[in-house]
């Protein structure tokens, strides 16, 4: 995840300085970790630093000096390339739950119930997702974001149910090389 | 509610068996359906879920074990008995609604209010508030045969709580339909479930379906395990 291409395309909506920066990111994207504002001014000062963005202009509103960034032309230009760059399918998900499955595995210990209680984690957690998205008032953005994270946990469940069923097979085959 | 609790679950089946000729579908099945919670029922294909279901909803009677609902051994009762039940306590949704092609959204889901003797300009005044909860007033002069899959279901949904029943019986509700409409469907039923109290036995597959649930159980080779951590 980029984030400096995130906030490059927060600031080409409207100049932002890095405290209003940080808020937008985190009503937007209600999902993502929330970022930390030493993040955010790191990451401003590198778009300066590259010629993607550029001060807009500072302001006190009575209170402490706070410098505003905009995007310069090449950092359209580079959001635009970033934007319509295919994110790579990755064929080689890095897969804990199959790492821990083969170590159980290996150590004799009892893999089925290991999946058994991590379906039962992802169904809780699929649960809580649901209850966050079907909440009265709930805002698109947070639907699909929820969404994103309810279909990729499926994918997750079905893999472990798959597996389950062939753990007999998996252990002999784990067992013999 | 709190006699509920105190009387303990609404609906209970105790080591259910059934065969279905030579395929034994249950192995001495056991789940408890609580007053006003949603239960999802999931499992493989030909786990016996829906067999599990058929049980629970007094449709076909047990080879052994017992059916509890509401103090009454459902499994004991004679036909008519089970029947009337059915309507007057249960709603049943099915994958396919199941909505009788030649009458309208409106008269389908007025139906089983006529069928419990209310008048016929009463029931289809209900039944049009009901299809308005389900935003499916569009689809009121329209046959099964004029609507989307989404909105038949809509209507068969809004058949089944019509009656203001204390169970909702729904079995793969969501199996025929793509993914934004299964969505639309699920966040009816839920909602409604909960402002009503109506306890919901949903018999699915599908994750995505089930994590509308309060609470999961899993049908394997006729049985019933949780699906739960006990932290």
New interface residues.
């Given amino acids: 995840m980029s984030t400096r291409h995130i906030l490059l395309g927060l600031l080409a909506s409207s100049p932002s300085h890095g405290y209003d920066l940080k808020r937008r990111h985190d009503e937007r994207f209600p999902q993502a970790r929330p970022l930390a504002y030493g993040q955010v001014y790191t990451t401003l000062q590198r778009l300066v630093r590259d010629g993607l963005a550029e001060v807009d202009g500072t302001a006190s509103d009575g209170g402490p000096e706070r410098t505003a960034y905009r995007v310069t032309d090449e950092g359209a230009r580079e959001l635009t390339r970033w934007a319509a760059e295919i994110a790579p399918p990755a064929p080689f998900v890095t897969n804990e739950i199959f790492a821990k499955l083969v170590v159980s595995i290996l150590t004799g210990a009892d893999a089925d119930a290991y999946l058994?209680?991590q379906?039962?984690?992802?169904?809780?957690r699929?649960?809580e997702?649901?209850a966050v998205k079907?909440a009265p008032g709930t805002d698109l953005t947070t639907v699909l974001s929820a969404?994103y994270a309810?279909?990729h946990?499926?994918a997750d469940?079905?893999w472990m149910?798959t597996t389950a069923?062939r753990l007999t097979t998996l252990t002999a085959e784990v067992c013999a090389t | 509610m709190t006699n509920g609790e105190t009387r303990g679950p609404l609906l209970a089946a105790t080591g259910l068996v059934k065969a279905h000729g030579r395929t034994q579908a249950l192995r001495g099945a056991d789940v408890e359906l609580r007053a006003g919670e949603i239960l999802a029922v999931t499992g493989?294909s030909g786990s016996g879920k829906s067999t599990l279901l058929h049980c629970l909803a007094g449709i076909v009677r047990p080879d052994a074990g017992s059916v509890t609902y509401d103090q009454q051994r459902l499994d004991r009762l004679p036909e008519k008995r089970r029947s009337e039940l059915r309507r007057t306590d249960f709603g049943v949704v099915f994958q396919f609604g199941q909505l009788i092609p030649e009458l309208t959204a409106l008269d389908n889901v007025a139906l089983p209010l006529m069928l419990s003797g209310a008048d016929r300009a009463e029931a289809r005044a209900r039944a049009g508030e009901w299809l308005e909860r389900f935003e499916a007033s569009g689809q009121a002069e329209r046959r099964p045969g004029e609507m989307s899959g989404g909105q038949a279901q809509r209507a068969a949904l809004a058949r089944a709580l019509v009656t203001g029943p204390k169970v909702v019986f729904a079995d793969e509700p969501t199996g025929a339909l793509d993914s934004l409409a299964s969505?639309q469907l699920m966040?009816a039923l839920?909602?409604t479930a909960r402002e009503s109290g109506t306890a919901v036995l949903l018999v699915t597959h599908?994750?995505?379906v089930?994590?509308?649930?309060?609470r999961?159980v899993e049908v394997r080779d006729g049985a019933v395990a949780a699906?739960?951590?006990t932290a």
């Fill in positions: 058994l209680a379906r039962a984690a992802h169904m809780r699929m649960r997702l649901t079907t969404d309810l279909t946990l499926d469940l079905r149910t069923a | 493989p969505e966040a839920a909602q599908d994750a995505q089930a994590a509308y649930a309060d999961e699906l739960e951590v």
